[in-house]
């Protein structure tokens, strides 16, 4: 491994991981990022509702508004350079009781003490002439109109590929066993190494505590992951629902949304699942019938929609609503935790605080006065796809319309896709309707050699 | 200005076959659109018997039988082009396609759909527990085996036992890989006899009766947990599954464009001369319904380019009138055509095809306006295609719409 001194390490390449590697790079610091899994957004970044999030219910003056709120402003600042896409849906908190109708005037005051100022009520009548396809039982609506779609995978992927492209090094099958800080520097044990670093940043989301008590000797937080359950709705089902349709929510959770993605489906979920495990995301078939009766409820064109795809997610939630983000400053230690599901749209604003804290503790960098800007992988239906485009070869996988150069460019670009999931990330490829049955043969020859765990062994006799 | 006369999507035995016959009566400039590297469809990575009884009159394994489908068709005439995606099927028979050079448009007379079908994945399952890698249907594990000489398990169970769940047995045996059991959730294999001795004959377990309820393991499978008809739970070790049959038809192109969608074949509503909504489309072979074999597909689509060849000419009868055929009963899984045009033309498919989804031992019936116009006794299973004739139906039905059901005998 790399022996010369760092200024930063990042332990985790999640989202969070990806936006605080970017923000410290573009201010000059020195940065390593460790990622214990083959492929980066491998733990809670992996499952999510792609949703950017103007902060509209996040609770009042916490710091998981102002990040979010931060988020959003620096995403719409960068978005056109770095070439993400931002598809702006809207969202209505929909109303399906007299209760939740009553709430709906609480929601947005709260939205525009939040500063979501362009949050206002919408009729039956009116949310039924905007979208025509919800159930009759719709009373009433608060319409949120920056509520926005996104790639889940494609921006912190680029976050990360803009770290790295100035000067970040990755470090992936790369897991933070132990370490010590000895006043001045931290030495931090990997299983590939050890590396010298003045500052660590702990950004490993459902592994938070565990970093914490490995290096730090203690944790002021324990990670209480909360599964979130999909379903996946075939592409045709898009067109029922122009907005997000978010339910009126508990203290807990958001509730189950109804909402488009950029790829072009309709998915409904998450559920909100405690759990002790960490790595443990199941479905249960049980569960996903229940979301789908959900889906069909609020939208009953739904019922003759096949489902395209189920997944689940992990919430790194914390015993506390609010972020755990801290900074130790006697160890040269910020532990950044409990981003419990709003860490897509705050990333980026987590970062800039992290950076802030991180400043706090006396440390200065130049700002970097011309960076690198990479563009992002273009996976929305609505952009330029690399099957628009002349040159793109073979398309591999027929559903999602994935080249065999998108394909290339992924196994042997800067963040090499080593597993099939990382590969789907970066692709999309057997993310749609037939799940593989068409191009998995195609993507085993392909991938040869590639992945960490190959998709497919040569026949002993051929 | 058109750029050909039809354009046939998908290049298994039932496009090729309609594509064959559109040249053997006149039509000139007829292409396949095929998005894979070779054109054959599904039979290219059966490597085994039995294919070709019907169509060359010899048993032939898939590879063979899809290749004697490939060169009848050129050498009639037929322009096959592969590695050509159709992105977009737009009204009038104007298609987007993206070739190897790049996107470019495509004008047709007319379109026809043989797109085939697929089996159903595990999501659409809803099947519990982890995404671990090793979950795969019986089609890309036949591609794995067949075409890119990969294996990736040993020792699979074999979920669902369709004729394609046979398949799967003897794509194992080829690459050396040992199922450990086959599971069926009813209490008999759903393939006829003698496929119902074939796993003991191959060492493979058979558990009916037994639902498939999780499947175990960390990044890979490692195992499954069934339930059997009594509610015993029991843990089967294994390092794979195969997802088999329960076919869909892959009737994308239809879904996300114009053209309307049965939802209880999935594939798209056609008339009996196989015209979809949008009369400048046709579709024939398994995305019409789940599903056939090869052969029927096959002869299907000769037919099937036959009528387009007679539209083309002008001589197929305008879409209506028409009434609307429909099945009302859980017993019964779908009817195809979904509309039949009253029509002195008595063309086009003979029968009407149902399925049954479980076994069936009363009668069938046709009702108008809940007045029954017809019935036959029906006893099925759900492997079997039951055959209505067409006109017999058309004609009772005095130009109302029909509901088909199964009524109990009664005595």
Same mark, same amino acid.
């Given at each position: ?53 103007? /902060? ?58 939040? /500063? ?16 025509? #396809? ?57 299983? #590939? /190494? ?96 229940? =979301?789908?009766?959900?889906?069909? #409820? ?45 860490? =897509? ?74 597993? =099939? ?42 | ?57 010899? &048993? ?29 099927? @737009? ?25 085939? *079908?697929? $089996? ?10 982890? +995404? ?17 000489? @990969? ?7 074999? %979920?669902?036992?369709?004729? *394609? ?12 890989? @040992? ?7 009813? $209490?008999? %294999? ?21 639902? &498939? *309820? ?6 890979? %499978? ?11 739970? !029991? ?34 509503? %056609? ?25 029927? !597909? ?9 009528? *387009? ?69 029906? +006893? ?32």
């Amino acid at each position: 491994m790399d022996q010369s001194l760092f200024d930063v390490v990042v332990v985790g390449a999640g989202v969070v991981g990806c936006a605080v590697a970017r923000r410290f790079t573009l201010e000059g610091a020195r940065i390593a990022v460790l990622e214990k899994s083959t492929d980066i957004l491998d733990g809670a970044s992996k499952a999510n509702s792609a949703i950017l999030h103007t /902060g509209f219910d996040a609770p009042e003056g916490s710091l998981e508004l102002a990040c979010i709120r931060d988020g959003y402003a620096e995403y719409q600042t960068i978005r056109d350079s770095l070439g993400l896409v931002q598809d702006n849906a809207g969202a209505y908190v929909v109303a399906w009781t007299q209760d939740e109708l009553r709430n709906l005037e609480s929601i947005k005051a709260k939205a525009h003490l939040n /500063g979501v100022t362009d949050v206002e009520l919408v009729d039956a009548e009116t949310l039924r002439a905007r979208e025509p #396809n919800l159930s009759r039982n719709a009373l009433g609506a608060v319409h949120v109109p920056g509520e926005s779609l996104i790639d889940p995978w494609s921006a912190p992927h680029v976050y990360l590929r803009q770290a790295m492209e100035n000067g970040a090094k990755v470090f992936t099958s790369c897991e933070v066993t132990d370490g010590g800080f000895d006043g001045a520097e931290w030495r931090v044990v990997t299983t #590939n /190494g050890t590396l010298r670093t003045r500052h660590v940043i702990n950004c490993a989301g459902l592994y938070g505590d565990t970093v914490n008590r490995a290096l730090l000797g203690e944790t002021h937080f324990e990670v209480k992951p909360r599964k979130g359950q999909f379903v996946v709705f075939d592409k045709a089902a898009s067109g029922l629902v122009s907005a997000i349709i978010l339910p009126v929510p508990s203290e807990t959770t958001k509730g189950i949304v109804v909402f488009r993605t950029v790829f072009g489906n309709l998915a409904v979920g998450p559920t909100a699942e405690e759990q002790d495990s960490r790595t443990d995301a199941s479905t249960d078939e049980e569960t996903l019938k229940a =979301l789908i009766a959900d889906g069909i #409820n609020k939208v009953p064109a739904l019922k003759d929609m096949p489902v395209t795809a189920t997944y689940a997610g992990l919430r790194p939630a914390s015993e506390q609503k609010e972020y755990r983000i801290s900074a130790t400053s006697e160890q040269n230690w910020i532990t950044v935790g409990g981003i419990r599901s709003t860490g =897509l749209s705050g990333a980026l604003g987590i970062a800039r605080h992290v950076y802030g804290l991180y400043e706090n503790m006396g440390a200065s960098h130049d700002k970097l006065p011309d960076p690198v800007i990479p563009k992002a992988n273009m996976l929305s239906e609505a952009g330029l796809r690399d099957w628009k485009q002349d040159g793109a070869g073979e398309v591999v996988c027929h559903c999602e319309l994935v080249t065999r150069r998108e394909i290339e460019a992924a196994l042997h670009g800067p963040l090499p896709a080593r597993s =099939l999931a990382g590969l789907k990330r970066q692709t999309r490829a057997t993310m749609g309707r037939c799940q593989g049955f068409y191009c998995s043969a195609r993507l085993a020859e392909l991938t040869d050699g590639c992945f960490v765990s190959a998709m497919a062994e040569k026949l002993p006799h051929e | 200005m058109s750029d050909v006369d039809v354009a046939i999507i998908g290049g298994g035995p039932a496009g090729l076959a309609a594509a064959s016959a559109l040249k053997s009566a006149g039509v000139e400039r007829v292409v396949v659109l095929e998005r894979e590297a070779e054109a054959g469809g599904i039979p290219r990575h059966c490597g085994h018997p039995p294919f070709g009884l019907r169509e060359f009159n010899r &048993l032939l394994t898939g590879p063979s039988y899809a290749a004697r489908l490939v060169s009848s068709a050129q050498t009639a005439g037929v322009d096959i082009r592969t590695l050509t995606t159709v992105v977009e099927a @737009r009204a009038g028979g104007n298609l987007l396609l993206v070739t190897p050079t790049g996107v470019t448009e495509l004008k047709a007379k007319r379109v026809i759909l043989a797109t085939g *079908v697929r $089996e159903t994945p595990r999501s659409a399952r809803l099947v519990s527990g982890p +995404r671990v890698a090793g979950v795969v249907n019986t089609g890309a594990l036949q591609s794995m085996v067949y075409l890119t000489k @990969r294996r990736p398990f040993q020792r699979p169970v074999i %979920v669902g036992s369709e004729l *394609v769940a046979f398949s799967a047995i003897l794509t194992c045996r080829h690459a050396g890989i @040992r199922p450990v059991a086959m599971i069926e959730g009813n $209490e008999r %294999v759903t393939a006829r006899w003698p496929c119902a001795l074939f796993p003991r004959l191959a060492g493979v377990a058979l558990h009916t009766g037994s639902r &498939l *309820v999780e499947i175990l393991g960390d990044t890979k %499978v490692e195992g499954v947990v069934l339930e059997d008809a009594k509610g015993q739970i !029991s843990r089967i070790e294994c390092d794979g599954v195969i997802l088999s049959g329960q076919f869909t038809p892959e009737a994308a192109l239809a879904r996300s464009g114009h053209l309307l969608v049965d939802p209880a074949t999935g594939g798209p509503q %056609v008339d009996q001369w196989g015209r979809m909504s949008d009369p400048t489309y046709f579709a024939t072979g398994n995305v019409l319904r789940p599903v056939e074999t090869a052969g029927w !597909s096959w002869s299907e689509g000769g037919r099937t380019g036959q009528w *387009v060849a007679r539209d083309l000419a002008g001589l197929l009868p305008e879409s209506e009138p028409s009434v609307r055929v429909s099945v009302n009963d859980h017993r019964l899984r779908y009817a195809v055509p979904q509309n039949i045009v009253l029509s002195q033309d008595v063309g086009g498919m003979r029968d009407i095809q149902l399925r049954v989804a479980q076994h069936v031992d009363g009668e069938l019936i046709a009702e108008c306006d809940g007045e029954q116009i017809w019935g036959r006794k029906l +006893r099925a299973g759900p492997e079997q295609r039951v055959l209505v004739q067409t006109h017999e139906i058309a004609s009772a039905c005095a130009g109302r719409d029909v509901a088909l059901r199964i009524s109990e005998p009664t005595d």
